[in-house]
Every structure is written in structure tokens, then in C-alpha cells.
């Protein structure tokens, strides 16, 4: 993955709203149609698109594929999402038998799911 990229209504909320949940300010914006944040342990893109910019309508409700960002501890990460103003798209999951894999979702205020994973392989391959 190179960049994901979300849309917004409102890209100052979205800019503001992912300002706060990220720790960081965006390293590139364009006035009034996109920003972009680096993120995580290989500092991967995260764009968001003014969605009047959309090649094609965009659907009423969330939904598609979820990218995972890899955080430290769900629970903890999904608590704060909700109180930052997402809404529950899926709740805490563990996954793999105990293996330690461990996902939730939710949607974001302006229509984007996003997803959250505690996963043993993601913190074994930072250790290479």
C-alpha cells in the first residue's frame, strides 16, 4: 500500500478530525481539495479527498474494503475513535484461535470505515 485515500464533505473537519486522532498534522495539503498525513511505524499515506472531487458518486452508506492500521491496543484505540465522534462498525473481534490478533472497525464522521488491528505478524516483521 502506498496511500489510502478517504473522502470528506468538509475536508477542514476531516483534516481537524484526523489532526486529532493521528497526533500529527498533515505534510501536504492542497487548499479546499486534499490532505495528506504520514502515518505509522513506516510512515504509509493517508489522503483525504474533498468529495466534491469524486470521479463518480460516492454510496450513502459506509462500507467496502477496511484497511487495518496496526495500534498497540484496540480496546483502548476503538474507546477513543467513539469518543472523538466515530460510530461502531464492527466492535472488538478477536481473532485466530488466541493468537493474539484482535480487529474493530468504525465509521468515521464523514462516511469512511476505518479499521483498527492488534496483530503478532504486523509487530514480528518490525523487529527484521
Known amino acids: 500500500?502506498?496511500?489510502l485515500n478517504l473522502w470528506a464533505d468538509d475536508l477542514e473537519a476531516a483534516?481537524?478530525?484526523y489532526t486529532t486522532v493521528l497526533g500529527t498534522e498533515?505534510?501536504?495539503v492542497v487548499p479546499g481539495g486534499y490532505v495528506e498525513f504520514r502515518v505509522?511505524?513506516?510512515e504509509?499515506?493517508?489522503?483525504i479527498i474533498a468529495r466534491s472531487y469524486s470521479p463518480r458518486p460516492?454510496?450513502?452508506s459506509p462500507g467496502g474494503a477496511i484497511v487495518n492500521w496496526h495500534v498497540d491496543d484496540v480496546r483502548a484505540a476503538f474507546a477513543r475513535l467513539l469518543e472523538l465522534g466515530a460510530t461502531?462498525?464492527?466492535g472488538v473481534v478477536e481473532r485466530g484461535n488466541g493468537e493474539g490478533f484482535v480487529t474493530a472497525s468504525v465509521v468515521d464522521p464523514f462516511g469512511n470505515v476505518l479499521?483498527?488491528?492488534?496483530n503478532p505478524h504486523y509487530l514480528e516483521m518490525l523487529r527484521r
Open 115 to 118: 479499521g483498527i488491528m492488534q
Open 58 to 60: 460516492q454510496p450513502a
Open 15 to 17: 483534516s481537524a478530525w
Open 44 to 47: 504509509d499515506e493517508l489522503g
Open 26 to 28: 498533515p505534510y501536504y
Open 1 to 3: 500500500m502506498a496511500t
Open 40 to 42: 505509522g511505524d513506516h
Open 88 to 90: 461502531e462498525y464492527e
